[in-house]
């Protein structure tokens, strides 16, 4: 039963484009969410995060939308850069609750 | 300021032995949490321990276990290996605050085979 679905393996953006990387929830308990990327042979790195009381939180290129009723949430990177390439993590928790659960993670691959 | 260390980087065990992994959290760090990243998924909550004491737990039976020492470094013990158990275990430290924001630092994770 995966409560954090990220659907897209991978995804492929021209340099300097937007990039889109979906989000899906099943749990309605959840209120604080967070994207975390990760390159080869190094651990997740902290991104960006949303509570629930919000709908968009931006932060220099990266923003990320919450879409509550739809259990719903993108981050948007604009412009990609080639260091953006790496696997993007969506994660939740309940009350930032430390029990954190991710999604299988999108593979983002910035094209030159 | 030292990041979250873990050690070894690599190990490779058979089916039925025991295996102790090792986290040197940041610091200033009162909490330490433990995952299992298998081949293609995200990262799964192990447990978590908070001033030496388990303050969490996920859907992972008792043979996985677990310390904090008092300089709130860890250990994750896996008793009877099995073969799925084959996985990047990642630890992470963070500072645990009533109402904080508790961003969680992880380390690059020691990669274990079970043949």
């Known amino acids: 039963d995966q409560q954090v679905k990220q659907n897209s393996p991978s995804l492929s953006v021209q340099e300097g484009r937007i990039s889109i990387l979906n989000c899906d929830y099943t749990n309605s308990m959840f209120d604080y969410f967070l994207w975390y990327k990760k390159y080869p042979a190094e651990g997740p790195t902290f991104l960006i995060s949303?509570?629930?009381?919000?709908d968009k939180n931006e932060d220099g290129r990266f923003t990320v939308f919450l879409n509550k009723s739809a259990k719903h949430l993108s981050l948007h990177i604009v412009p990609s850069q080639p260091g953006d390439s790496a696997v993007y993590f969506c994660a939740a928790s309940i009350n930032r609750d430390d029990k954190i659960i991710f999604g299988k993670g999108t593979r983002l691959h910035i094209l030159p | 300021e030292t990041g979250v260390t873990q050690s070894p980087t690599h190990l490779i065990k058979t089916r039925g032995q025991q295996v102790t992994l090792r986290c040197s959290s940041q610091s200033g760090h009162n909490t330490v949490s433990w995952y299992q990243q298998a081949l293609g998924q995200g990262p799964q909550f192990i447990f978590q321990?908070?001033?030496?004491?388990?303050?969490g737990r996920g859907n992972f039976p008792p043979r996985f276990s677990g310390l904090q020492f008092p300089n709130y470094s860890s250990e994750l013990n896996v008793n009877a290996l099995e073969l799925d158990d084959s996985a990047l275990y990642l630890c992470?430290?963070?500072?645990?605050?009533?109402?904080?924001?508790?961003?969680?630092?992880f380390g690059p994770g020691t990669r274990l085979t079970v043949l």
């Open positions: 321990y908070y001033r030496e004491e388990e303050n």
């Open positions: 992470a430290s963070s500072l645990l605050v009533t109402g904080g924001l508790n961003e969680q630092f």
């Open positions: 949303i509570s629930s009381i919000k």
